[in-house]
Nanobody
Framework: QVQLVESGGGLVQPGGSLRLSCAAS????????MGWYRQAPGKQRELVAT???????NYADSLKGRFTISRDSAKNTLYLQMNSLTPEDTAVYYC??????????????WGQGTQVSVSS
């Protein structure tokens, strides 16, 4: 059984910063690509950023320069540093990971989500 647990969400004022974390635990042989997605009220879930096992990153064009994705492979943990937040960043942020539980088993997992609210 694999679990992804996000933390670090909360309420922040416009212009503020937050750092999200996502810890993977359980039966893990290898963690491949990891990513952050978000879903605002009434909207579809959208990509925020991804990072491969070798550290290559990909960002949604609209978020480049404000958000930074990183990972600590030794801790099986994914991070998202979010700066210069605006009310448009308000959403539930989800962690996603492509995980191999063995050499024969590989699938995508989702965390439960963490709420980020940007408001004065």
């Amino acid at each position: 059984q694999v679990q992804l647990v996000e933390s670090g969400g909360g309420l922040v004022q416009p212009g503020g910063s937050l750092r999200l974390s996502c810890a993977a635990s359980g039966s893990i042989f290898r963690i491949n690509t990891m990513g952050w997605y978000r879903q605002a009220p009434g909207k579809q879930r959208e990509l925020v950023a991804t990072i491969t096992s070798s550290g290559s990153t990909n960002y949604a064009d609209s978020l480049k320069g404000r958000f930074t994705i990183s990972r600590d492979s030794a801790k099986n943990t994914l991070y998202l540093q979010m700066n210069s937040l605006t009310p448009e960043d308000t959403a539930v942020y989800y962690c996603n990971a492509d995980i191999s539980a063995s050499v024969f088993s590989r699938r995508a997992y989702w965390g439960q989500g963490t709420q980020v609210s940007v408001s004065s």
